[in-house]
């Protein structure tokens, strides 16, 4: 120990609490250190510097992904999500490739137009063919589960992306242009807000119903994104309230920057936090909506098949041929329970005080 | 408070009226009508109809009509159930889609506000995170595979309840339909009673009841529950929607006669009168339901004055 500088008071062993334990031992016994504990860490960064070691700089989101990855619940959802939405794309290529069986082909031998258990042949015998069975046209469940899997996520995302688009629009002008303006168009929301709109979703998709399954799914997309807008707004809102009387903005406003200009690129890319998080919350809402729609008739049409449309075929057979509608079921819900926990997670990572929660 | 009653009316009257017209609206502008189906029905009898309930007249004056309608709160009769009135029809399934709703809200208040208190109380236990994570499970499995899994299990393999049939209520064809509709709102409210506990639990009140040495029991029942619930309460609202739609659910899976499946048809088979009736009945139900949990928020919070 250099005895002619004043040390680090305290043992190292007995630190300060407060003092997070990954980040302490930047400053080692003989550093300078005479402000009190709780600034010892940015003092000692700052001698560091001086000295010359190299502080690797920690951003936002490289925090917050730190942060993602200590959730073990969040980390398990992430995984999940990402092995589900893999085999869902790739998965019905691969079937394809190495059985032959495309999600709707229908077997040609008459024998095999038949729904037949989880690993077994028609016959009984054990069989790695259906690993999840077939259907009452003989088609193998694994591979329309997957396909299932597209379309619900893909409901999923772009409904999501729609209010997302209607939704941070909405809330950022009216943010931004404050006063009367915002006071009417939160009102607007407010309204909206106690609509009973999933009536109003009924109401349209069955008056509007397409021919074109295509058809029929832009509608869906169009009707779920436009109702889901709302809490976006108010948080977008609420960010840009805060953000707007800021220097940053200030300084584009002198430099005559125009105001949608400064709404979308200097305000909009600093409310990502929030707006990243209520958007992975959304898309399990939204997928669970289009299985309710899906459920009543409403949503994706043959020869397309979401999760909802599959559980729904299948509960028409639930007591002899429990696995239609237990497979899409449960890999619905495992989906569904893991991007919460992501959502979670990301809300926790990206909002510390919201944290102990 | 009777100014924010009446200022609270002023906003739910025409939010009650922009459903209804946008429904109508939704109605009219899509193509085809009651009338059109698979089979063409002659120039001059569709003429006839036409005449008959008006709908040859400009479309403000139908508007008005239906208006007039909504206000005096007589829909009219059903297109397709004929000679019976959208007022009966609600009026017969009503009762059935109450009851099962309720009791599925009751039962959830019940369970979810003690597994939510449980977990809060025993923040980061294994007790808390199991709750937690049934109920994020209860939040995930959308209840129309929830309810067919029941049926599976306690009808089809134990054969302790009916799978679908209405016996009326109570009873225990009504057993399986309120546990499939009750799952959801449970999640929510033992997450939302956990989060309001937490936050309670270490506010200075509660700090102030345990140092003037109240018993652990009357500080989390008196103190921390009165706080805690507020955001329960105020979920009460949006958990109507929801009951709504998880009733129209229920009432297919179990094949109930309520007003979710009347719903349903009437959208199915464009009957105008009985859609306008049904989503009025909603709507005016929903708004006048916000009002009472809002009334009722400023008794629970001390804070709130109107």
Same mark, same amino acid.
């Given at each position: ?16 609490? /407060? ?7 930047? =400053? ?7 402000? !009190?504990?709780? @600034? ?23 925090? !917050? ?6 959730? &073990?619940?969040?980390? @398990?959802?992430?995984?999940?999500v990402?092995?589900v939405?893999?085999?869902?794309? @790739? ?32 016959? /009984? ?23 299932g899997g597209?379309i619900s996520l893909m409901v999923g995302i772009i409904a999501t992306?729609?209010s ?5 629009? =909405? ?21 909206? =807000?106690?609509?009973?709109y999933i009536?109003?979703v009924i109401?349209?998709l ?14 869906l997309f169009?009707a779920l994104g436009?109702v889901s807008?709302?809490t ?45 998080? =209520?958007a992975t919350l959304t898309i399990p809402t939204v997928m669970l909506t289009e299985a309710f729609l899906s459920f009543l008739?409403f949503g994706v049409? !043959?020869?397309?098949?979401s999760w909802g449309t599959l559980a729904t ?15 899409p079921g449960v890999t619905m819900a495992l989906t569904l329970f893991s991007l919460n926990f992501l959502g979670?997670?990301?809300?926790? !990572? ?5 944290? &102990?929660? | $408070? *009777? ?62 009509? $239906? ?22 029809? *609600? ?8 009851? *099962? ?30 709750? $937690?994570?049934?109920a994020m499970l209860g939040i995930s499995i959308p209840n129309f595979v929830l309810g %067919? ?12 309840? %009916? ?17 499939t509709l009750?799952a959801l709102y449970?999640a929510y ?49 949006p958990a109507?929607a929801f009951l709504l739609t998880g009733?129209v659910v229920v ?32 709507? *005016? ?14 008794? $629970? ?6």
């Open positions: 120990m250099n005895d002619d500088k004043p040390t680090i008071p305290g043992d190292l062993d007995k630190r300060e609490p /407060g003092l997070t334990p990954d980040l302490a031992p930047t =400053y080692r016994e003989g550093d300078l250190i005479h402000t !009190a504990p709780e @600034f010892a860490i940015a003092d000692a960064d700052v001698l560091a510097s001086e000295r010359g070691d190299v502080i690797p700089g920690t951003s936002l989101w490289r925090d !917050a992904w730190r942060r993602l990855l200590k959730n &073990k619940l969040a980390v @398990f959802g992430m995984i999940v990402s092995i939405a893999i085999a869902s794309i @790739f998965g019905p290529m691969i079937i394809k490739k190495t059985t032959g069986f495309a999600p709707d082909s229908i077997p040609s031998d008459a024998k095999l137009i038949k729904s037949y258990p989880p690993f077994k042949t028609p016959d /009984g015998s054990f069989s790695w063919l259906h690993p999840m069975g077939t259907d009452n046209q003989g088609r193998d469940m694994l591979a329309r589960v997957l396909q597209q992306l729609v997302l688009l209607i939704g941070v629009t =909405y809330g950022a002008v009216a943010g931004y242009l404050g006063g009367r303006i915002d006071n009417l168009m939160m009102r607007v929301v407010d309204i909206l =807000y106690s609509l009973p009536i109003l109401v349209l069955a008056m509007f119903r397409r021919n074109t399954p295509m058809g029929q799914l832009l509608l169009v436009s807008w709302l976006m707004a108010r948080i977008v809102r609420g960010q840009v309230l805060s953000l707007k009387n800021q220097e940053f903005v200030l300084a584009a406003r002198a430099t005559g920057v125009s105001t949608p200009r400064i709404i979308f690129r200097h305000i909009v890319p600093n409310t990502l936090g929030p707006v990243i998080v =209520y008739g049409q !043959a020869p397309l098949a075929n299948g509960i028409q057979n639930i007591g002899i041929f429990p696995w239609q509608m237990v497979f979670d997670g990301l809300r926790d !990572a990206l909002d510390p005080q919201m944290r &102990k929660l | $408070m *009777i100014s924010f009653i009446i200022r609270r009316l002023l906003i739910t009257i025409p939010t009650i009226l922009v459903v209804i017209t946008l429904t109508w609206g939704l109605i009219r502008l899509a193509p085809g009508n009651f009338y059109t189906g698979e089979k063409q029905i002659p120039k001059a009898i569709e003429n006839n109809i036409r005449e008959k309930y008006g709908l040859n007249k400009p479309w403000y004056v139908q508007y008005g009509k $239906m208006m007039g309608q909504v206000v005096r709160l007589d829909f009219g009769n059903s297109l397709k159930y004929e000679g019976q009135s959208v007022n009966q029809i *609600i009026g017969r399934s009503l009762p059935v889609s109450a009851a *099962i709703g309720l009791s599925a809200y009751g039962l959830a208040l019940i369970v979810g506000i003690f597994l939510g208190s449980v977990a809060a109380l025993k923040q980061n236990s294994k007790g808390d995170y199991a709750s $937690m994570a049934l %067919p899994i029941l049926v599976l299990v306690f009808s089809l393999s134990l054969y302790w309840f %009916p799978p679908a049939r209405w016996y009326g209520f109570p009873s225990r064809g009504a057993v399986l339909p309120i546990l009750s449970m409210i033992a997450r939302l009673t956990r989060a309001g506990m937490l936050e309670v639990l270490r506010s200075d009140y509660i700090r102030t009841a345990r140092a003037k040495g109240l018993s652990e029991r009357q500080v989390v029942i008196r103190h921390a529950l009165r706080g805690g619930l507020l955001p329960v309460v105020s979920f009460t609202g109507l009733t009432e297919r899976i179990f094949a109930l006669p309520g007003l979710g499946n009347y719903f349903i048809q009437a959208s199915l088979n464009r009957d105008e009168p009985l859609i306008i009736g049904i989503v009025a009945f909603i709507a *005016i139900t929903l708004l006048l339901m916000n009002l009472l949990v809002d009334i009722a928020y400023g008794y $629970m919070d001390p804070r709130i004055r109107y």
